[in-house]
């Protein structure tokens, strides 16, 4: 066929093969790229609901329950944009502005009682939930 040899024939259909695994290799991680980013966008719907409980932090007279909620939100937050659990620039595009607020709020709450003779500062709490305070620093050099 086409004048040419059964080793030719062979090296050609070799080739051809390398070449359709090749092909369907790219597709599988083309698709797997675009499920792993939908799936990482599904996530934004739970983080957007942790977020829209947490209320105001009066800095004056902080509620010990609201602050360890917000802490708690803003570390999960963090967690999941620094481990790209979740797409960053969807993290940065719909969070950022209400992290900076609260971590700010935080931050300058004054010493608290959270029994057993243990007092911390809203910077003290902070400071033990180091996700939060990463992505806070990268929020504000943007």
């Known amino acids: 066929m086409f ?7 062979v090296s050609i259909s070799t080739i051809l093969s390398g070449l359709t695994a090749l092909f369907a290799l790219i597709v599988a991680f083309i ?8 799936g990482q966008r599904q996530l934004i719907l739970p983080l957007w609901d942790y977020l829209i409980e947490v209320n105001e932090i009066d800095i ?4 010990l329950v609201d602050v360890i909620k917000t802490v708690n939100t ?4 963090g967690i999941c944009y620094l481990k790209a659990i ?10 950022m502005d209400q992290f900076v607020h609260h971590y700010e709020q935080i931050n ?5 009682d959270f029994g057993a003779d243990v007092k911390k500062t809203g ?3 902070l400071k033990e ?14």
Do not use: H
């Open 123 to 125: 910077r003290e709490v």
């Open 129 to 142: 939930n180091p996700s939060a305070i990463k992505l806070y620093y990268k929020f504000k050099q943007k």
């Open 60 to 63: 004056t007279n902080p509620i």
């Open 74 to 77: 803003l570390e999960l937050i």
């Open 31 to 38: 698709v797997f790229i675009g499920e792993r980013r939908m």
């Open 86 to 95: 979740v797409d960053k620039k969807i993290i940065e595009s719909t969070f």
């Open 108 to 112: 300058k709450c004054p010493e608290m």
């Open 3 to 9: 004048g040419l040899s059964i080793d030719e024939l």
